[in-house]
């Protein structure tokens, strides 16, 4: 499992260098068994403003730039058409190795020196997409927007002033699948306080029983269920820092909805799973076991024939979901949508590790249920995802659980 320091630092102040916090836990038996700097890949680059682009005396297709980075100005040799006075660029130093180099054929990194170019002196390059290996666009540099913060480090900039340890979880210690879990024993270790999220947010005069019901047909497999309603949401992308957080853990960043979800179960270790609210017929949430044969289409646009016994969660006339794995097309959250569902339960381990080995689908979500995830947290997992996604896309709470 991946672990951000960044993120750790939220529940926990940690004082120790990555190496030796990376011992403390191996040694407790949370093996660390990689650690990666994520901003070593742009080491030595930072955001620069240009000043000036005078004509190079000695070639018609160059042009000498001046270059603020606050800490100096830098002339720099750059062959760019499309480098202009009071753009905002990136700027590779002397020494920064640059992750690809337009000019050979496999796109091979390179190294930056001091170097005369056709007579004059050049202290640095002035980057590309391409070059930055953040795109395809080889024809011009890369232009920041004017808002950007002249002498970052570019590595800032992106959010990548972070290390992730890759983390081995036994199978004995579901309690540690997140990173207020890991943030625990890192407290115990360092004798510091654990530092857990409080949640406050208004609710709705509108209940939440007058606008959706749950059924559980099967209290075997599915003890508990809670969901919460939240109205007129406006779907769009995250904010920087919450893809940050999903980018720095390999989590892909989908929307401002689905993004908390897996913020909050890489936060809690509890899986959500968020509904179209519009698309559940009657409103309606039944958690039933599937007929031995039954057809249902995942998220990933594909058809699966499901097995007696598997843990289905339905609406009203279809499935919409299978329990603890992944959620169904049909009911997804698209830049439509208005008005989510979000489902926070508790599902039988063993029950999920069957559904999920017959379909052959291993998710972030079935990992935790089948390890065994925590029924006493499903309401506070709840309501802090119901927190954040009203902060970041709005909307009305309904009231009550």
Excluded at 132 to 142: A, R
Excluded at 199 to 222: G, R, T, Y
Aim: glycine share 8%.
């Amino acid at each position: 499992m991946k672990i951000s320091l960044n993120w750790l630092n939220q529940y926990v102040k940690i004082n120790l260098p990555p190496d030796k916090l990376a011992v403390k836990l191996t040694n407790a038996g949370l093996e660390v068994e990689s650690i990666e700097y994520l901003g070593e890949k742009y080491k030595n680059f930072v955001i620069g403003k240009v000043l000036g682009v005078p004509k190079h005396p000695n070639a018609d297709k160059l042009t000498v730039c001046d270059v603020d980075i606050v800490a100096q100005n830098l002339k720099i040799v750059c062959g760019a058409p499309n480098v202009a006075v009071g753009q905002h660029v990136v700027v590779g130093l002397v020494g920064a190795t640059i992750p690809k180099n337009q000019h050979d054929p496999e796109g091979k990194p390179f190294t930056l020196t001091k170097a005369k170019i056709r007579g004059v002196e050049s202290n640095g390059m002035i980057c590309s997409e391409y070059e930055l290996d953040i795109g395809e666009d080889k024809d011009g540099i890369y232009i920041l927007g004017n808002d950007t913060q002249i002498g970052q480090a570019f590595a800032d900039f992106l959010g990548l002033n972070d290390v992730v340890f890759e983390v081995g979880i036994t199978p004995n210690r579901p309690d540690c699948l997140s990173h207020i879990g890991i943030a625990r024993e890192v407290a115990a270790l360092l004798k510091k306080q654990l530092m857990v999220p409080s949640i406050k947010f208004k609710e709705d005069k509108e209940l939440v029983s007058k606008n959706a019901s749950v059924v559980i047909k099967d209290s075997n497999n599915c003890p508990r269920y809670s969901a919460r309603v939240i109205k007129n949401i406006k779907i769009g992308p995250s904010p920087k820092w919450l893809q940050n957080r999903l980018s720095a853990v390999g989590i892909r960043p989908i929307n401002n909805v689905v993004d908390v979800t897996n913020y909050v179960l890489m936060e809690t270790g509890h899986p959500l799973h968020a509904f179209d609210y519009d698309k559940l017929e009657s409103h309606t949430i039944i958690v039933r076991t599937a007929s031995d044969g039954e057809y249902f289409t995942t998220l990933d646009e594909k058809g699966r024939e499901l097995k007696e016994n598997t843990l289905l969660i339905c609406d009203a006339e279809k499935p919409v979901a299978i329990a603890g794995v992944m959620g169904g097309l049909n009911s997804e959250i698209s830049e439509s949508t208005q008005n989510i569902l979000i489902e926070s339960a508790y599902f039988n381990p063993s029950n999920i590790r069957r559904s999920s080995k017959y379909i052959g689908l291993n998710t972030n979500a079935s990992q935790r249920f089948e390890r065994g995830a925590d029924p006493n947290i499903t309401v506070y997992a709840l309501d802090r995802c119901t927190q954040l996604i009203s902060k970041i896309a709005g909307g009305k709470i309904l009231k009550g659980v």
